[in-house]
């Protein structure tokens, strides 16, 4: 092969290892300890230290690299202006359905880097008619992540990863970075924090951090913030969270105290209504419910009917005068019985009266 071959190659090959190694990184894979038992003590503590370091992120399933952007044209057909992900990451298994990673060997000026994320802000902001007929951004016809939220619907995260190869410091680039796409990734002002809504969150870290702590690492640089975080943390919103956990509280708390507010009104009103209860003038008992509506229904005393008395005592008292009244008539019947008997004795067959 000839020196340009040569010179494109040994320059071209460095950038696919290092997003390789970005993806090991991240994955972080566990060796056999088992398949060890041969190998020298300081590859068995090495092993070691690598099953016992933080788990990485997902399954080498999760990952896909050189995954088309097409700001125009479509999926297989990308048109011009459109951003290649060096890495797309999905694992909602992990916190993290969607992420896109972008691998740089210092080789690029802060200004390539900008335009590259401009690439991607153009493509995030695209929509396409969907399977429903209504317009949706084309990234969520392939990928799942988090709906809008309560007014706030921040495009997926783009992770840059510098791989200090070449000659550029990113401890320099970054910052000019910053400056530069400050519009795609600064949030605004809300109540109590910073709102991300259509903005996209762009995180920046170094392999070599990468390989030592591994994405649970407090290693990765959240534009806008001044502090290094975890991934998960980096490319959430934690003062937000923070903030509505507070308010659902507060709301909870709120409900509790209102359907504590109704149950004390309601015991508040059986007892009013238990000490409205009216008793049985008989034996004292107090009315069931059915017996206090027909009391209240018909409260002057009728015919077999005593509103002041329980269904018991009523039932004695209708039954006793029953009994009482039975005992009249067989008094009178008796008398009438008697009287008769007299005046026949007196006026007997054939004699005058």
């Known amino acids: 092969m000839g020196s340009t071959a040569r010179g494109a190659g040994s320059s071209g090959t460095t950038h696919p290892m290092a997003v390789n ?5 991240m994955l972080r894979p ?68 969607l992420l896109f990673i972008e691998v740089d060997n ?31 951004p084309m990234w969520r016809t392939r990928w ?42 600064a949030g605004e002002p809300a109540d109590g924090f910073t709102s991300y809504d259509r903005k996209i969150p762009i ?5 070599r951090n990468l390989r030592a702590h591994g994405p649970s690492g407090p290693v990765f640089l959240r534009f806008g913030r001044t502090h290094m975080q975890p991934l998960r943390e980096a490319i959430g919103n934690p003062r937000r969270d923070a ?23 309601a015991e508040q009103k059986r007892a009013e209504r238990e000490a409205a209860r009216p008793a049985c003038a008989g034996c004292g008992t107090k009315f069931d419910n059915d017996r206090w509506e027909n009391t209240q229904l018909s409260p002057e005393p009728g015919h077999r009917w005593h509103p002041t008395l329980c269904e018991p005592c ?15 008539l067989e008094q009178e019947a008796a008398s009438t019985a008697e009287k008769a008997r007299g005046w026949r004795s007196r ?7």
């Open 21 to 25: 190694e970005t993806v090991i990184a």
């Open 30 to 97: 566990k060796p056999d300890l088992r398949l060890l038992t041969a190998e020298p003590a300081e590859a068995k503590a090495a092993a070691q230290a690598a099953v016992d370091a933080p788990a990485g992120i997902g399954t080498i399933a999760s990952y896909a690299t050189e995954v088309p952007l097409p700001a125009t044209g479509t999926w297989g057909a990308p048109g011009k202006g459109g951003a290649q992900a060096d890495i797309v990451l999905t694992a909602p298994q992990n916190q993290i359905p």
């Open 106 to 136: 210092c080789h690029e000026t802060a200004e390539e880097i900008a335009a590259k994320l401009l690439k991607y802000s153009r493509f995030f902001k695209r929509t396409i008619k969907d399977t429903d007929g209504k317009d949706k």
């Open 144 to 185: 799942m992540a988090r709906v809008a939220e309560r007014g706030e619907a921040p495009h997926p995260p783009v992770l840059i990863i510098f791989n200090h190869i070449g000659a550029r410091d990113p401890n320099r680039t970054i910052p000019r970075l910053q400056e530069l796409t400050r519009p795609l990734w």
């Open 203 to 207: 995180i920046a870290t170094g392999l």
């Open 243 to 265: 903030v509505l956990a507070r308010r659902a509280e507060r709301v909870e708390a709120q409900q509790a105290e209102y359907q504590e507010q109704l149950r004390r009104a």
């Open 314 to 328: 009523e039932d004695k008292t209708v039954a006793a005068a029953d009994q009482a009244e039975r005992d009249r």
């Open 347 to 353: 006026f007997r067959p054939g004699q005058a009266p």
